[in-house]
């Protein structure tokens, strides 16, 4: 067998899917993680297994199962209380989904009936009063009360989180003592000490030469200061580098530095005996390695402070990765483990491009551990949507969530080709989940090289800042766009695909003055504080500028015998393309909406609903003047959508009775038009050929109004062809509804009732899941594939 699903469940009638993966073709054993917990973190147990097998490893195999163990807890008293819970669960999300049902069809005796003789909470109180406000009695000024209410409550934070974002950026000038600041440069590394708010810079490449100097800046003083000039002459520092990586340790305040790509430099052993002995490691003396991957740790704090360690002069020798560079690097403080993903590898070979894999270093024990070997190039296609192995790369982006001890993996370079596809390795159990296999298709930035990413755990956001892109991923043509988006990618389970959003630049300041932004970059550094909410960003790569010789500096290169210029002064030309390194500090802070204009949104649909009742009740004047007072108060006139709506509105005072002053009703010389929710986008204008005056509609062409059923009305086709209507629900008052109004007021139609529904409905889009009732409805389970 080579490819095979697992279902388990409680009921051999009803199982789910733990998992879907292949068998390799050896006689090694292998072991798999089933899925026990479902999307909302509950643990349910498993009573039957059924295994499915899919394919064999060759044509002319049958398939064959020789051999399967499982593994679990087992004990009968932990089981039955997982059983018990995981009952729990699921009589909550019915019952839930019941009551709404109820609520919506105007069942309201039941729905309470339910509520008093189970202990179950369908909302949030102060949603369950704006229903009742709202829906049920129509008192618009209660209604709008209870939705500062409910952002008092931060009922509207889980909305606003999602809300698209807007950059605001301000440039530091901070410098030292001196005067000065770390200088133009790109592929150099930072790492930020959140609790001192401290930044470590360290290296890069200016165009000429790679660097060795060491600085740091004070978040809170907005000061440089230069630990070293030249790390290379300190005592088991690191010499000169760029495409490194460096992370900070919260616990014992250390900096871990490993990778580098250097001007040239190779380090024997033979050669380098003393750097060996200080590491405390004895090379295999069998074999030379003309590359050695160094490893430091730098102290910020405590006896040792200001000092390197070598802690190894190669650690591919001790079950750690190549000499690679443009790798990515996290660490988990807590646990103390180093995670190092991809990278290419630098072997003298140039022409045939070689990658890490994935290691793990814990830091407690000085041991390397291989996580994820390289894997094979993958194929152009596969038979099967079985988890992938992390395709190799550099230059890409990995991020660690701490909470959910999950790494993501995504974007970079794989030989001629960028990449746009996104991973989850789920550290625990050492599994891969690919999330995207093109994100750009999903709504997501193209395919780049060289970006940064930084997340943010709390808020389960990741957040993309620009790199190189290409305009086809296999394409030659490599491009830094101008108009580079940055991106924030949300999520609420590590294993399944969040959403993508562009985060949008701020174009006017506060003052009216055009906002500073960044120019667009590649290799460049970032890092985040994920206390104050900010984002740091210093130098990279702008790309090409044609420039004058005189302002070019000459550049060398490395040759056999030193250094030389690469052109001589009679062989320039009058102006040349020179790549811009910037020496640009920024720091970032993303701006949501406020709670206020959350608020505003949600009174301009309630606003909609109260007109579109006075239309039909009062006089048209009242109504008129309440579309232009009340209602134009709060619609955003500089959004094109909103105001489009807001003249919309005015159609309803001409598409329905018409009440006059003395309490009599007119009828409106247009024609009587079905009822069209406010809510929903304004009707679109189309054109018939026998209707040149293009009048406006919200039906389609061919839709036949007699073929539009209520959900709650059936329809009988008789033996002549004709169809009659059979209300399953009538809709009409229910006796809690009769107690709650006075006798002078009309009971509501049931036309009425659907239309305060979907706005009270529509309002809850701004409510976060856990206070408001479930999503889906109950309808849909008759249309599920094992369904009623």
Not at 244 to 259: A, E, F, Q, R, W
Not at 369 to 380: E, F, G
Not at 429 to 457: H, K, M, Y
Not at 485 to 514: A, C, F, R
Request: aromatic residues 8%; hydrophobic residues 35%.
């Amino acid at each position: 067998m080579r490819e095979f699903r697992v279902y388990v469940g409680l009921n051999p009638h009803h199982m789910m899917q733990a998992l879907h993966t292949q068998l390799k073709d050896d006689t090694i054993y292998e072991t798999f993680p089933l899925k026990h917990v479902n999307g909302e973190g509950i643990c349910f147990p498993i009573r039957y297994i059924k295994i499915v097998p899919i394919s064999a490893h060759g044509m002319s195999f049958h398939i064959s199962i020789w051999y399967v163990s499982i593994s679990g807890i087992a004990d009968p008293l932990y089981v039955d209380n997982i059983r018990s819970r995981y009952e729990e669960y699921r009589e909550t999300v019915v019952l839930r989904h019941v009551l709404k049902h109820l609520r919506q069809r105007r069942l309201l005796t039941p729905y309470q009936n339910i509520l008093a003789r189970s202990n179950i909470q369908v909302e949030h109180p102060i949603v369950t009063a704006l229903h009742k406000s709202l829906v049920l009695q129509g008192t618009w000024a209660e209604s709008e009360a209870l939705l500062s209410e409910a952002s008092s409550a931060r009922l509207l934070d889980a909305y606003i989180q999602f809300c698209q974002p807007h950059s605001q950026w301000k440039r530091l000038h901070g410098v030292d003592a001196d005067g000065d600041a770390p200088s133009k440069r790109g592929g150099h590394a930072m790492a930020l000490d959140p609790d001192n708010g401290l930044i470590y810079l360290l290296g890069g490449w200016d165009g000429q030469k790679s660097l060795d100097d060491f600085w740091v800046y004070d978040v809170s003083a907005e000061r440089w200061r230069v630990i070293s000039h030249s790390t290379s002459i300190e005592k088991n520092g690191p010499i000169a580098r760029s495409c490194h990586k460096m992370v900070y340790d919260t616990k014992s305040g250390c900096i871990y530095l490993l990778g580098r790509l250097g001007d040239g430099d190779i380090l024997k052993p033979e050669d380098n005996q003393e750097l060996l002995r200080r590491a405390g490691e004895v090379p295999d003396g069998s074999k030379s390695t003309p590359y050695c991957s160094e490893f430091f740790r730098y102290h910020t704090r405590g006896l040792d402070v200001g000092k390197w360690d070598l802690l190894s002069f190669d650690t591919a020798c001790f079950g750690g990765p190549p000499l690679i560079f443009d790798h990515q690097m996290v660490m988990d403080c807590e646990a103390q483990i180093l995670y190092v993903s991809g990278g290419r590898v630098v072997d003298g070979d140039w022409d045939s491009p070689k990658y890490s894999g994935m290691y793990s270093y814990n830091v407690r024990t000085s041991k390397w551990k291989l996580l994820q070997r390289v894997s094979p190039q993958p194929a152009l296609s596969t038979s099967s949507p079985v988890q992938p192995p992390i395709s190799p790369r550099f230059g890409h982006s990995m991020v660690l969530d701490p909470m959910s001890h999950t790494l993501f993996i995504f974007a970079g370079q794989r030989d001629d080709k960028y990449l746009s596809d996104m991973y989850a390795y789920d550290i625990a159990s050492n599994t891969v989940t690919e999330l995207f296999s093109n994100f750009s298709t999903s709504g997501g930035p193209d395919a780049c090289f060289t970006q940064r990413a930084i997340i943010d755990g709390r808020l389960k956001e990741i957040y993309v800042f620009c790199g190189l892109t290409r305009a086809q991923p296999t394409g030659a043509l490599t491009s830094l766009r101008a108009d580079t988006p940055n991106w924030v990618y949300q999520y609420t389970h590590p294993s399944k695909p969040g959403k993508w959003t562009k985060i949008l630049p701020e174009m006017v300041q506060e003052d009216g003055e055009p906002a500073e932004v960044p120019l667009p970059r590649y290799a460049h550094q970032v890092v985040y504080d994920e206390g104050m909410k900010r984002v740091f960003m210093h130098g990279g790569n702008a790309g090409e500028v044609n420039v004058p010789v005189e302002n070019v500096e000459t550049e060398v290169e490395e040759s056999g015998d030193g250094e030389r210029p690469r052109s001589s002064d009679e062989d320039r030309p009058s102006r040349v393309m020179k790549e811009t390194r910037l020496d640009d500090f920024w720091t970032m802070k993303l701006l949501r909406a406020a709670p206020e204009e959350i608020i505003r949104r949600a009174k301009y649909q309630i606003r909609q609903q109260q007109f579109r009742e006075m239309c039909e009740e009062q006089p048209a004047v009242k109504a008129l003047r309440f579309l232009q007072t009340q209602v134009s108060a709060v619609v955003d006139h500089t959004n094109p959508e909103e105001t489009s709506v807001f003249r919309a509105l005015l159609g309803h005072l001409f598409s329905t009775s018409i009440t006059t002053d003395d309490g009599s009703a007119e009828s409106a010389s247009t024609p009587k038009e079905t009822t069209t929710c406010l809510l929903e986008e304004p009707p679109k204008k189309r054109s018939r050929p026998n209707t040149p005056d293009e009048a406006w509609t919200s039906r389609l062409d061919d839709e036949d109004e007699d073929e539009i059923l209520d959900a709650s009305t059936s329809a009988v086709v008789t033996s002549s062809g004709q169809k009659r209507r059979h209300a399953v629900l009538l809709m009409e008052e229910d006796p809690e509804e009769t107690a709650l109004r006075d006798a002078s007021t009309k009971p509501l139609s049931p036309e009425r009732f659907r239309q305060r529904t979907e706005v009270f409905e529509s309002l809850l889009q701004f409510v976060g899941e856990d206070g408001k009732q479930p999503i889906g409805s109950l309808l849909d389970v008759v249309d599920a594939e094992d369904g009623i």
